[in-house]
């Protein structure tokens, strides 16, 4: 299945929306706790989302390496950002 193909949830899609808006704005992926700011949830939550991404195939992170997140879906496919 391509990547812009795969489905998303509407959080999972507000979460990609963020992180590709805020890499085309800050020039670098966002840490966990610049999602953690703006979507107003704790750690473990963020994380968590992180890893669902993940394992569902629609980012990709390097290992060990902070600031590391890359959207896997065609920007076209993503939600507006709420």
Known sequence: MSPSAKT????QGQY????HLYTRLHRRP???TD???YFR?????VHQMVLTLERAGLITR????????EVLIDPKHLPELI
Not at 8 to 11: G, Q
Not at 41 to 45: G, H, T, Y
Not at 62 to 69: C, G, K
């Open 30 to 32: 966002p840490a966990e």
């Open 8 to 11: 998303f949830t509407p959080k």
């Open 35 to 37: 999602m953690q700011q």
């Open 41 to 45: 949830v704790s750690p473990p939550s």
């Open 62 to 69: 390097q290992p060990r390496t902070p600031r590391s997140i």
């Open 16 to 19: 990609l929306a963020f992180i």
